[in-house]
């Protein structure tokens, strides 16, 4: 029986047995159940067609739901870097991609994201396509950092823009619920940026870069 409009949309897109398999493995490896929810994976996939994406970044892997949404919709050749900080939740991910056919496309580098994101700037890596899902508190600086590795037209996603409805409550102030503020903030005013929200499940940000950065 469905109960919620969430669950209503699920039921009409329906199984995916790929991701199903991703979600357990990842409540077999004792990680955080916290990953995407259905819909948005779809939403990940139609975005990064629409943009015709052939090189994407996503900042926090996990088990590697995310990243398989974001392979799905690569462009011929295309390439996804994923960044994560802990190995063994790399390890599950580059497994679980491997067995959905994409472990050709998916590069992981293991350490702090912003160490990571100042490598791929050093390298002259430029990307089409950003999912940020990572620790809350360091969301404006991984924003920052997106904009300047973005080419023009990039798309950038930020999931958990909501902070489960912390961000409303004006008597709340933690660092990270003042980092999703901000963050929030800047898709919205930012010049730079073209941007929008989706409430559903616990937010999501939607932001295109309006003429990528250049060195």
Not at 107 to 112: D, H, L, M, P, T
Not at 115 to 129: M, N, P, T
Not at 140 to 156: C, D, H, S, V
């Amino acid at each position: 029986m469905v109960n919620t409009p969430e669950e209503y949309i699920e039921s009409l897109l329906g199984r995916d047995p790929v991701l199903e398999r991703v979600l357990e493995g990842i409540r077999r490896h004792g990680m955080p159940e916290i990953s995407i929810a259905p819909p948005l994976g779809k939403l990940l996939t139609l975005l990064v067609k629409a943009v015709h994406a052939r090189d994407a970044l996503e900042i926090g892997a996990l088990g590697g739901y995310s990243g398989i949404c974001i392979a799905r919709g690569l462009a011929d050749g295309g390439k996804l870097v994923s960044l994560e900080l802990d190995h063994e939740f790399a390890a599950v991910a580059k497994q679980h991609l491997t067995e959905a056919g994409f472990g050709d496309k998916v590069e992981y580098r293991i350490g702090e994201a912003l160490a990571s994101l100042k490598k791929l700037d050093e390298e002259g890596a430029r990307f089409d396509f950003f999912l940020i899902d990572a620790d809350k508190f360091n969301y404006p600086n991984y924003l920052e950092w997106t904009i300047r590795l973005a080419r023009p037209g990039a798309l950038i996603v930020g999931d958990n823009i909501l902070s489960r409805g912390r961000v409303i409550d004006p008597e709340i102030s933690t660092i990270s619920v003042d980092a999703i503020r901000q963050f929030n903030e800047r898709i919205a005013q930012d010049p730079r940026l073209e941007g929008t929200f989706l409430p559903a499940y616990d937010g999501v940000a939607i932001a295109r870069v309006k003429g990528g950065q250049t060195r």
